[in-house]
């Protein structure tokens, strides 16, 4: 499995950005994806998490109502549309996939930024 993501920028305050995590390989295998993000200094957290087919979702209380996870099963893709962007959002933000038996697949990590 293989997981890129991209999307991330620079936006001010306020703003709204959307990632976008592509998944190719064995991407049958997956049940559950998810975006965890990382601040400098700071450990990794998880964002928001789904299932594969898009029925169950989790989200972090420091971003609930703000984002929401989606998928395109179609595409193989997974998405954070990220809205009321805060400067505290500032992190690298990951794609995450458990496969069973298979082990723990994350992308590259894209940057987003947000100026007050």
């Known amino acids: 499995v293989q997981l890129v993501e991209s999307g991330g920028g620079l936006v001010q305050a306020g703003g709204s950005l959307r990632l976008s995590c592509a998944a190719s390989?064995?991407?049958?295998?997956?049940?559950?994806m998810a975006w965890y993000r990382q601040a400098p200094g700071k450990q990794r957290e998880l964002v928001a998490a789904?299932?594969?087919?898009?029925?169950?979702?989790n989200y972090a209380e420091a971003v609930k109502g703000r984002f929401t996870i989606s998928t395109d099963n179609a595409k193989n893709t997974m998405y954070l549309q990220m809205n009321s962007l805060k400067p505290e959002d500032t992190a690298v933000y990951y794609c995450?996939?458990?496969?069973?038996?298979?082990?723990?697949?994350w992308g590259q990590g894209t940057q987003v930024t947000v100026s007050s």
């Open positions: 789904i299932t594969s087919g898009g029925g169950s979702t």
């Open positions: 390989g064995s991407t049958f295998s997956i049940n559950v």
């Open positions: 995450y996939a458990p496969v069973p038996g298979r082990g723990n697949y």
